[in-house]
T-cell receptor, first 113, second 108 residues
């Protein structure tokens, strides 16, 4: 059973650019959550998608957005990148919505120069 | 709002026991999770407590007191591979909020 797959694993962008990250959940999992992880801050919740609908959203600016496709794959986009957006972005999937046991992907490490 | 506190770092010797405490103040509570995260890897699920008491799973045990807003993760017979970050997370459905994590270093 394949795990949660995130692409790309590493990327470098410059301020003002935009980035799209992709997440393929475990087969059969319909909920996908996104987290930002930075040293000292821990995991900060971005948003959760279930059945192509955003179910919940964290306290991030509108530059952070996401979507989910009919096959449960999800993408998140960050526009007008800032230096402070440098972080590890983790995707996690679960069978249902409601923050049950999450299975995380290895993450996409974004560096903004 | 959510406030989840855990120590930043802990060091212990191989074969010893370490207890990682987690205190929380959240608007709601539907359960508490512990995750383990090795450097450069994804967090992996360790345990889940929703009722008061101790849950034992091999060398790892997790305890919860809902009235005190307190949990701990107990790691027994420490091994070098246990060196990792341990994340406490509180479910206030549908949200799951994480603490900043405790980095445990196991020394020979």
């Amino acid at each position: 059973k394949a795990g949660v797959t995130q692409t790309p694993r590493y990327l470098i962008k410059t301020r003002g650019q935009q980035v799209t990250l992709s997440c393929s959940p475990i087969s059969g999992h319909r909920s996908v959550s996104w987290y930002q992880q930075t040293p000292g801050q821990g995991l900060q919740f971005l948003f959760e998608y279930f059945s192509e609908t955003q179910r919940n959203k964290g306290n991030f600016p509108g530059r952070f957005s996401g979507r989910q496709f009919s096959n449960s794959r999800s993408e998140m986009n960050v526009s007008t990148l800032e230096l402070g957006d440098s972080a590890l972005y983790l995707c996690a999937s679960s069978l249902d919505s409601g923050a049950n046991v999450l299975t995380f992907g290895a993450g996409s490490r974004l560096t903004v120069l | 709002g959510q406030n989840i506190d855990q120590p930043t770092e802990m060091t212990a010797t191989e074969g010893a026991i370490v207890q990682i405490n987690c205190t929380y103040q959240t608007s709601g509570f539907n359960g508490l999770f512990w995750y383990q995260q090795h450097a450069g890897e994804a967090p992996t699920f360790l345990s889940y407590n929703v009722l008061d008491g101790l849950e034992e799973k091999g060398r790892f045990s997790s305890f919860l007191s809902r009235s005190k807003g307190y949990s701990y993760l107990l790691l027994k017979e420490l091994q070098m591979k246990d060196s990792a970050s341990y994340l406490c997370a509180v479910r206030d459905a549908p949200k799951l909020s994480f603490g900043a994590g405790t980095t445990v270093t196991v020394r020979a």
